[in-house]
C-alpha cells in the first residue's frame, strides 16, 4: 500500500503526462460565462445560449421556480429566468449546476464515495450562501458556489484511487488521501478553470484553521466556518478548543461556539438550499 506522498507523487506524475483526466466544466457552462463577460451580452443573447441545451434549460427553470428565486407568478421560460434573475446569478447558477454531474464513477464503491463528496459540498454550499446574507460585500451565489468547488480536487484522487482495488475499498485510508492532497489539486483545477483568485484559493484556505488575512471576510472564510459548521456532531469534527484559533470566526461575524444549522432564522434556508442543489436532475 502506497504513502500519502507516494500516491501524491503518482497523482502529479499522472497528471503531467495527461494520463489522469482532469475534471472540467462542461462546454456549455463555458460558454455562458464567455457570454455573460462579454460587453454585449444581454438577457436575450444568455437565454438563446441556455435553450440550447435542453437539459440544462430545464434545470435551470427547476431552480428558478424554488422557493429560493420563485416570484410570484411561475417562470416557464429561459427568458424569462434570466430576465429576473439577473444575467451574474444564471452564470454561477449554471456552474454551479453543471457541477453535479462531474461526481459520477463507474465502481460502486467510488460511486458512493462520489456522492458523499457532493452531498457534503452541497452542505457546506448552503451554510456558506446563508452567512454571505450578513456580508453585503460578498455574494451569496457565489459563496454557494465556492462551497461547492471547496473539494473539487477530491475527484482526480478518486478517479485514480479507481484503478486501485485495494485503495477503492479502503474508506480510511482513502478519506486521508483526500484530506491531504485535495486542497492542492483542487485550487489547481480551479486555476485551469480560470476562476477568479478568491474563488481559486478556496480549496487550500478553507482546510487551515489559522487562515488569516487584513481586511473583511472573503470567500475562504466563508467556506472554512461553514466547513465546520458542517462537521458540527461528526466523528471528523474538529475539537471546540480548536475553533477558537480560528480568525474567519470573527471576520464573518460568528461566536466559535456558535451553530447555525440549528437557528431557526437559518434553519429554513439552508434546508432549501440544499434541496435545490440535491434535487436537480
Given at each position: ?101 462531474m461526481?459520477q464513477?463507474t ?17 457546506v ?30 475527484l ?8 486501485d ?17 485535495a486542497?492542492?489539486?483542487g ?45 458540527l456532531?461528526?466523528e ?33 434556508e ?12
Amino acid at each position: 500500500m502506497s504513502t500519502t506522498k507516494q500516491f501524491f507523487d503518482t497523482l502529479k506524475s499522472s497528471i503531467a503526462n495527461n494520463e489522469i483526466r482532469l475534471p472540467t466544466l462542461p462546454e456549455i457552462a463555458l460558454r455562458v460565462r464567455d457570454e455573460v463577460e462579454n460587453e454585449m451580452a444581454s438577457a436575450e443573447s444568455l437565454a438563446e445560449l441556455i435553450s440550447s441545451d435542453p437539459a440544462l434549460s430545464a434545470r435551470l427553470l427547476q431552480v428558478a421556480n424554488s422557493p429560493l428565486y420563485r416570484g410570484r407568478s411561475e417562470i416557464d421560460s429561459v427568458r424569462m429566468a434570466v430576465t429576473r434573475l439577473g444575467l451574474g446569478l444564471v452564470k454561477n447558477l449554471v456552474v454551479s449546476l453543471a457541477m453535479k454531474q462531474m461526481f459520477q464513477a463507474t465502481s460502486d464503491a467510488l460511486d458512493r464515495k462520489m456522492r458523499a463528496v457532493w452531498e457534503q459540498s452541497v452542505q457546506v454550499a448552503a451554510i456558506a450562501r446563508v452567512l454571505a446574507s450578513g456580508l453585503p460585500h460578498l455574494d451569496r451565489e457565489q459563496a454557494m458556489l465556492g462551497g461547492l468547488i471547496h473539494n473539487i480536487g477530491a475527484l482526480p484522487v478518486l478517479t485514480l484511487a479507481e484503478e486501485d482495488p485495494v485503495l477503492s475499498n479502503d474508506a480510511e485510508r482513502l478519506d486521508q488521501y483526500v484530506q491531504v492532497i485535495a486542497p492542492v489539486i483542487g485550487s489547481y483545477i480551479l486555476k485551469l478553470w480560470k476562476f477568479p483568485s478568491g474563488l481559486r484559493e478556496v480549496p487550500g484556505n478553507s482546510v487551515k484553521l489559522d487562515y488569516d488575512h487584513e481586511g473583511p471576510a472573503d470567500y475562504s472564510d466563508l467556506v472554512l466556518v461553514s466547513r465546520l459548521q458542517h462537521q458540527l456532531g461528526s466523528e471528523s469534527a474538529e475539537s471546540p478548543e480548536a475553533w477558537t484559533k480560528a480568525p474567519a470566526f470573527t471576520r464573518v461575524g460568528l461566536a466559535p461556539d456558535a451553530n447555525i444549522i440549528e437557528m431557526e432564522c437559518h434553519a429554513e434556508e439552508i434546508s432549501e438550499v440544499e434541496q435545490m442543489l440535491s434535487q436537480i436532475t
